[in-house]
């Protein structure tokens, strides 16, 4: 079973900013939080990961709070294609550890 | 972020019938692939976990004799549903595991119809 816990949907209009949150209140000390998503139909896609420490990179940006039970994806500028489930999973580093995918949030960007 | 390509991206098939899924890792090699499977409205469940020059580690509850995983080199992985049904038919997802990351990276995924 997945271990963390996501809204089902969320809508976010084209170029404001689109927060997804995520809940992971047993996330132990080596487990990492990634983030993927999966347009209609594709395979899933890497967006981003942290362990503790707030992360950015080109596509996203993942705030993870301090007591790490929960984190935020944040992608800064939406746009219609960014419509997308989106997964938030937990993941034990420094092996070929396998990837849990819960339900996810179904992301809808409307003009 | 690491290139996988999967081939074909739709088959469709008799009942009775096997199907080979190809999967590939283009600019690395990759010694860990996995194969996901993902039902209409569902979200990605593992099947297995292929390790190059191995036998594949299959998830609870997946027949190993229907889907048949090699892993025969640093860049391929197969899979092949054998005596296919149409219960079968879905979409059928692989990853590769960058190490130098610690990511994995999806392919495109093959969508199998059986009729």
């Known amino acids: 079973d997945a271990k963390t816990t996501q809204p089902p949907s969320m809508d976010c209009a084209e170029g404001r900013a689109a927060n997804l949150p995520c809940n992971h209140s047993t996330i132990s000390g080596n487990e990492y939080v990634y983030w993927y998503r999966q347009i209609h139909s594709q395979g899933p896609q890497y967006i981003i990961h942290?362990?503790?420490n707030n992360e950015t990179n080109e596509m996203a940006s993942l705030i993870i709070t301090e007591d790490r039970k929960s984190s935020t994806l944040i992608l800064p500028h939406a746009t219609l294609r960014d419509t997308a489930v989106y997964y938030c999973?937990?993941?034990?580093?420094?092996?070929?550890?396998?990837?849990?995918f819960g339900a996810g949030t179904r992301l809808a960007v409307h003009p | 972020g690491a290139v996988v390509s999967q081939h074909p991206s739709r088959v469709i098939c008799k009942s009775g019938t096997s199907v080979k899924i190809e999967c590939r890792s283009l600019?690395?090699?990759?010694?860990?692939m996995f194969w996901y499977r993902q039902f209409p409205k569902q979200s990605l469940m593992l099947m297995a976990t292929?390790?190059?020059?191995?036998?594949?580690?299959?998830e609870q509850g997946v027949e190993k004799d229907k889907f048949l995983i090699n892993h025969a080199s640093l860049t391929l992985s197969t899979l092949t549903v054998t005596s296919a049904h149409p219960e079968d038919s879905s979409f059928y997802i692989c990853?590769?595991?960058?190490?130098?990351?610690?990511?994995?990276?999806f392919g495109p995924g093959t969508r199998l119809t059986v009729l």
């Open positions: 600019d690395f090699q990759a010694t860990t």
């Open positions: 999973i937990l993941y034990s580093a420094g092996g070929y550890n396998k990837l849990i």
């Open positions: 990853s590769v595991y960058f190490s130098a990351t610690d990511t994995q990276y």
């Open positions: 292929s390790n190059e020059g191995s036998k594949a580690t299959y």
């Open positions: 942290g362990l503790k």
